[in-house]
């Protein structure tokens, strides 16, 4: 049954399509939350009609998951054996996961309703305060909105992210743990914070932040300069993450290598755009 985004969105307590001052004063606290520690959560984004459809949608393609399995530390590097043995980026995790890509939901389902109604991408934009002509969709039709699944075993380890933004919508937890755990800002753009980070990995630190993520939060998280986990994960029922992906230039796809990895295959898309990157990253 299809559903208009109407009854998917709760549009009474997120006006995001309509000008006026309760969405402004939305997307000023969500940038002042992001400028403090570069977490906004915008609880019950997501009527319990479209926490329920979105689950079902979910639950209906988890087989099409692909799972990938590896060891990692929190800066995705190869070993260096030229480092210290208790540097941080010598400190390796398991790490598994299982992602359902894009091309597995419909276009008139619900994940994709929410992430074309309207207003969506402009109310995205201005709380992450991005310029027009560096804020646009993923044009990866593998990837521009998929469901990271995950159950019991399955790790999620401390990470940088190496994108500048993350936007993430909760379906469904585990039956327990779980929680999104943060250090806030930990590095910047001119000090990794080794030490601190070392403190983060050992469960000494006093800067992690846990966050119970509710289906039908929609959160933005900065995650470049904030380390981040997801908690280990107990029970038989399967987390569910949905999450939108923009990036700062059009027409960019993932990478052959990393969309191989990620998703289990690649498209002529991705060999035929694979130097059209926003930067100089690896992945």
């Given at each position: 049954m299809q559903h208009p985004a109407s009854d998917?969105?709760?549009?009474?307590?997120?006006?995001?399509?309509t000008p006026?001052?309760?969405?402004?004063?939305?997307?000023?606290?969500?940038?002042a939350a992001l400028e403090m520690d570069g977490c906004a959560v915008l609880k019950r984004f997501l009527t319990p009609t479209g926490v329920g459809c979105a689950v079902a949608e979910a639950d209906a393609v988890s087989d099409k998951g692909h799972r990938s399995y590896s060891r990692t530390n929190a800066y995705f590097t190869a070993d260096d054996p030229t480092?210290?043995?208790?540097?941080?980026?010598?400190?390796?995790?398991?790490?598994?996961?299982?992602?359902v890509a894009a091309d597995n939901f419909l276009s008139d389902g619900v994940l994709r309703t929410v992430f074309d109604s309207d207003g969506f991408d402009e109310f995205i934009r201005e709380c992450l305060s991005e310029p027009t002509d560096r804020f646009f969709r993923y044009a990866d039709?593998?990837?521009?909105?998929?469901?990271?699944a995950a159950a019991e075993g399955n790790g999620f380890p401390w990470h940088f992210?190496?994108?500048?933004?993350?936007?993430?919508?909760?379906?469904?937890?585990?039956?327990?743990?779980?929680?999104?755990?943060?250090?806030?800002?930990?590095?910047d753009s001119r000090n990794e914070n080794f030490d601190e980070v070392s403190k983060v990995l050992d469960g000494t630190?006093?800067?992690?932040?846990?966050?119970?993520?509710?289906p039908g939060d929609l959160q933005l998280f900065k995650g470049r300069y904030s380390l981040?986990?997801?908690?280990?994960?107990?029970?038989?029922?399967p987390r569910y993450v949905a999450i939108f992906s923009y990036v700062e230039r059009p027409g960019m796809v993932g990478s052959?290598?990393?969309?191989?990895?990620?998703?289990?295959?690649?498209?002529?898309?991705?060999?035929?755009?694979?130097?059209?990157?926003?930067?100089?990253?690896?992945d």
């Open positions: 998917l969105i709760d549009y009474t307590r997120y006006p995001i399509a006026g001052l309760a969405r402004s004063q939305i997307v000023e606290d969500v940038r480092l210290s043995p208790d540097d941080p980026r010598r400190r390796f995790f398991d790490r598994s996961n299982a992602f039709p593998l990837a521009d909105v998929i469901v990271n992210d190496t994108n500048n933004f993350t936007v993430t919508l909760a379906l469904q937890n585990a039956d327990r743990g779980g929680a999104f755990e943060y250090a806030p800002m930990i590095r630190s006093d800067k992690v932040v846990s966050l119970q993520l509710e981040h986990r997801v908690a280990p994960l107990e029970g038989e029922t052959v290598e990393r969309t191989q990895q990620l998703y289990g295959k690649t498209l002529p898309i991705h060999h035929e755009r694979s130097g059209n990157r926003g930067d100089a990253l690896i």
